[in-house]
């Protein structure tokens, strides 16, 4: 009796346990079943994305230290994503585009002039998307199919060596350049492999008159005749600039701005008087990238609100992003007054080769 009442005991305590178990495993079920028709509703979706993760390969014009600056902070939101980047002038990434163009070995170009950007556009060589931002940026600094974005505005101004010049007795406009009284005292960055200069060039033919580059030829060979000497790149140019080598160039208010508060650089600009070409400075990403979702991911932080911000007031960027805060931004910004003249931007781009061969072959060396 005594076994037989225990072995009844277990028995009962074995059932209990199956029926309690089936009962957690019914109403975990029963919850799944649950969580599953509210996904599928859309009312509670719980996502866990992955981290994006491989590799970003970045070709730049930009001043280096500023971009590994920004790429720090990329990495700290994104940091499975290795970064890679090399710089260069704006021309000399177009061309390395082109050679690359069924191969290419860049994501994200960062940092080129409106014509190479509209002439990467036409050659196919550059994505096509529509960013967050998109609606932030004017037409006229903006692909409209999407396939480059402005990022900054970069009036390109005189630049003075504030030892020897001031704001009153430098150039006060483009033509005041050919005055004999600056000869020799022009230092040029040299033009060919340089975006900026390139540009620059292009518009004072623009700006003599689009109908036909004579005029501007002929103000360019008095230009030439005034020039000391073209440098080989942007360090050679600031430094012959600071040792008195010359007293005067032609360069985007960015870097001027940069060197004369961040350095000791004896540097200072002069806004012409009849305005400045005001050029857009973007980004695009590369048409068939290897990593297009890394590259797309770093446009979008490049343009976050945040960092636009940032990139004011550390690195003197104008930006094209209409939506900024003007309170937020800093004092040189608030106080600008971006004159401009009439340009053809289309016009250039398409010009712009067969101008700046001509430059090259006929007039470069050829003034004095």
Known sequence: MKKAYILGFFLML??????????????????????????????????????????????????????????????????????????MGAQQILERLRGEKANPQADFWWGGTQSALIVGANEDLLHAWQPSFIDSIDGAHKDLEGRWFGEMLLPEVIMINSDLLTKETGPQDWDDLLDPK????????GVLASGTMRTIYSSMIVRQGADSPDKGYEWLLQLDANTKEYTQDPNALYLKLTRQEGSVSLWNLQDILLKKYTTDYPFDYIYPKSGAPILVDGVAVVNNAKNL????????????????????????????????DKASMPEWYQELDLKTFDIDWQLMSDKEAEWMEYWDNNIKGRGK
Do not use: H
């Not at 343009?303 to 930006?319: H, R, S």
């Open 14 to 87: 074995m059932l209990f346990v199956l029926t309690a178990c089936n009962g957690k495993d019914q109403q975990k079920s029963t919850n799944d079943a649950a969580n599953n028709d509210e996904a599928s509703d859309g009312k509670k979706t719980e996502v866990v994305a992955s981290s994006p993760s491989g590799k970003l390969v970045i070709y730049t014009g930009r001043d280096e230290e500023m971009v590994q600056n920004v790429i720090d902070q990329f990495n700290e939101k994104y940091p499975d994503i290795e970064v890679e980047f090399l710089t």
């Open 182 to 189: 600056w000869k020799d005292q022009i230092l040029i960055r």
């Open 293 to 324: 979702e890394n590259a797309k991911l770093f446009v979008e932080f490049l343009f976050e609100k945040e960092m636009v911000t940032q990139l004011a007031n550390d690195y003197y960027q104008i930006p094209t992003r209409s939506d900024i």
